[in-house]
């Protein structure tokens, strides 16, 4: 268990060695959640770092890909439904986009009242280099596990989230 808890965030580290002292059931489990947890944060922070250059945050960077991938451009509220996200968020996300020149508002051509959505020219070139250097990225995360370990990482992420319904449940009762 030693090398593990090296990966842990000091908080983390802190609460596992508490749940230690205090002899407290299962701690395999609460190690392998606190690594979970302390992975994510590093992902997270990497890719803050990643995208801080290019003027982007991962919301930005989200919708730099899906205008992207919507060639002629998308609505802003069907921007919002696809990044999961509220109207709101979307509209401050696309100023930000637009004060950096990457993105700009037009009237649609078939609704006059309707907005889309489309990348400028500055906005396709940053997306491409972007995403060129995040799918890099990702890559080099799993670059060391086989095709195999990557299946059965999958499918025991997968087992796990499928426990966190159940464990709502159980604790909401």
Known sequence: MAASIMNLEQKYLALLQEAQRRQLPDLESIRLCFQTLSLATAIDRDCAALLAPHGLSEGRFVL?????????GLAPNRLAEQAGVTRA?????????????LIERQGDTRDRRALRIQLTHKGKQVAKNVFRQHGRWIAGLFGNLSAAE????????????GNLATASSRMST
């Open 64 to 72: 730099l890909f899906l205008l992207d991938a919507a060639g002629e």
């Open 89 to 101: 968020t979307v509209t401050g996300l696309l100023d930000g986009l637009e004060r950096e020149g």
């Open 150 to 161: 990557r299946r059965q990482l999958g499918a025991l992420l997968d087992k796990v989230s």
